[in-house]
């Protein structure tokens, strides 16, 4: 008999387990989760662990949902059943259960960012109601080909050819001159405002400013925060230009980055909304991999 329940904030040590004994399976290169890593997770995802759920046979934890909830939607952050206990319609189940519950006390909207690789958690979303929403592509940026373009790797950044100065600058920064809130671009969860907030100590910039205003900004995780598999390669986590200068400005503090030792970027989930394919190419990235942004609104009596 297969029991399933949504969770408790004194669950944290049930939902580590189930997802080290579901998930791990299908993601063998990924490091166990940790009570740290989960906890890092609310902090930084705004996950909720009453939008969690495990499903059991006995007293074994055969799948788990986790859900990351925010006022403009929920995000079906994780969603895995035990290889042993596939097709058998847990995965269904657990989708349904969170729709009803949102149904009830919102937010309607439920959103999941699912990798390319995963065809069968895929099916599992549209089978389950949801619509492709998006493909959120994965680019990098090697050394040789921010050179190719005309980054430069030397000499001053093309930025300060056009009258502007390349100054540090924090999510503090940003957020206190509305360039944060206001008018911010559609992008994935993990680099949304809520998450770059959350983060802010563990994330550097640079910007290039003009007298009256920022015109463009990078901001990237600091090295000794990345993830040791990316290493030595810099993840980027917002990239914005406001000057019409052909991506000038943005090329002149990727060239300021790369003289200070980040060789290589790495800028993951870019939504379609957030920054055109072509306008990264301009700017020498190249896409590599992705995630299907998926959505649907939550309703009752699903499960």
Not at 117 to 138: C, H, N, T
Not at 169 to 183: F, I, M
Not at 240 to 261: C, H, M, P, Q, T
Request: charged share 20%; hydrophobic share 40%.
């Amino acid at each position: 008999m297969t029991a399933y329940r949504f969770c408790r904030t004194d669950d944290i040590a049930l939902l580590v387990d189930a997802l080290n004994r579901c998930w791990a399976p299908y993601c063998p290169d990924e490091p166990p989760v940790t009570t740290a890593v989960f906890k890092r997770s609310i902090r930084d995802l705004q996950v909720w662990c009453s939008s969690c759920m495990v499903a059991f046979s006995g007293s074994d934890p055969i799948g788990v949902l986790i859900g990351a909830k925010r006022p403009s939607g929920t995000l079906v952050h994780r969603i895995a059943v035990h290889p042993d206990h596939r097709r058998q319609g847990h995965g269904r189940h657990l989708l349904a259960s969170l729709g009803s519950k949102l149904a009830i006390l919102g937010p309607p909207r439920i959103v999941a960012e699912v990798p390319e690789a995963l065809a069968p958690v895929s099916g599992l979303f549209s089978a389950s109601g949801y619509v492709q929403d998006a493909i959120l592509r994965d680019y990098v940026l090697q050394g040789d080909e921010h050179e190719r373009v005309g980054g430069g790797g030397g000499g001053k950044p093309p930025a300060l050819h056009a009258g502007g100065f390349v100054i540090p600058v924090t999510v503090d920064d940003l957020a206190a001159n509305g360039l944060l809130e206001e008018g911010h671009p559609q992008v994935c969860w993990r680099r949304s405002v809520e998450t770059l907030t959350a983060r802010k100590e563990e994330i550097a910039g640079l910007a290039v400013a003009s007298d009256e205003r920022i015109e463009a900004y990078v901001l990237y995780l600091k090295p000794e925060v990345a993830s040791p598999a990316f290493a030595p390669t810099a993840e980027i986590v917002s990239l914005r230009s406001f000057i019409g200068d052909g991506g000038a400005r943005v090329k002149g503090l990727l060239s300021e980055l790369r003289a200070r030792g980040m060789g290589s970027f790495r800028f993951p989930k870019v939504h379609p909304a957030e920054m055109s394919m072509e306008s990264l190419e301009t700017l020498g990235f190249r896409p590599a991999g992705g995630h299907r942004l998926y959505a649907t609104t939550a309703r009752s009596g699903e499960a």
